[in-house]
């Protein structure tokens, strides 16, 4: 039997028997980005904001699936919450490109059914995350991007905002210190600004969802890993959900999201080692950040080679959030 055989009955086998494979539980985990954050670098109000963000974007998440809703429903709705908190660069606190503008980026996969969509350089749509919906549900395309992307948010009614919309005063303060030293003045603690999610419901089906800014001065059109399938989100039901964090060149080099669920489903792999291994090649290779994955028991795992990642959980049994690499 030829590789390429067993590989599509391995898949089909996975899909087949993910529903079955949590009885029906839930649980949901999000991220807002990594970092160098180390404890002390974050003011008591800035460390207690981040963590209400973040809890507030569980809260969302978690009212979806503990009424019995999708996976799907659940990470967009956890993700659109991020993407109206300006802490988090994506949406409304999304940073600026060396020609002063916002250009958003977005993914989001069905475990259930492998379909995607995403958006790339996106400028008027308030919650790129639902467009990068609407192209999955709506269109035959997977990505779309510029103002191809914006046409077809208009044209399916999603809700648009004038592009000042996107400006806070923070974000455009750091593109003008990057003007003037010519160099990626990001705050530190906020390194890699991306938002995302992955959740399982009731159902056994996982959905994962990533939105972002991309980097501040970012020039020619620049995409990363956030609205890539593959690199920066990736589902598959039976085996896990993934969403990254991180410099996306180096996640888009080793298929980075993708990489994790091969490695569970082809190597056998448990989700954490298969996430640290994932990590270890981008390390390898320069690049830096982390990302939440799920498993199709409904587990979570964090693994990063920064000081921290913004990040927290939620299932049935209770939630939390952590900010710094050491917290549990």
Known sequence: MSKSVLLAASLAASLAAAPAAIAGDWSLAIHG?????NRGDLSPEKDKAYRAGLDDALKAGSAVLEKGGSSLDAVEAAVKVL????????GKGAVFTAD????????????????????????????????????????PHVMLAREGADAFSLAQGLEQVDPS?????????????????????LDPTHLYGTVGA???????????ATSTGGMTGKKWGRVGDSPIIGAGTYAQDGVCAVSATGSGEYFIRTSAAHQVCA????????????????????GDIGGDGGMITM?????????????GMYRGWASAKGKGTAIYADEK
Do not use: C
């Open 83 to 90: 993407e109206d908190n300006p802490l988090f660069n994506a």
């Open 165 to 185: 919309y996107f400006r806070t005063e923070e974000r455009w303060k750091q593109l003008e210190a990057w003007r003037a030293k010519q160099k990626a003045a």
């Open 198 to 208: 992955v959740a399982i419901d009731a159902k056994g089906h996982l959905a994962a």
């Open 295 to 307: 498993n199709a028991k409904g587990e979570a795992a964090f693994p990063m080679n920064s000081s």
């Open 263 to 282: 490695r569970i489903a082809f190597a056998g792999q448990d989700l954490k080692t298969a996430g640290e291994a994932t990590i270890k090649a981008i």
């Open 100 to 139: 002063g503008k916002n250009e958003l980026d977005a993914s989001i996969m069905d475990g259930a059914t492998l379909k995607a969509g995403a958006v790339a350089g996106v400028t008027r749509t308030k919650h790129p995350i639902s467009l990068a919906r609407a192209v999955m549900e709506k269109s």
């Open 33 to 37: 980005g990594a970092g160098v954050i």
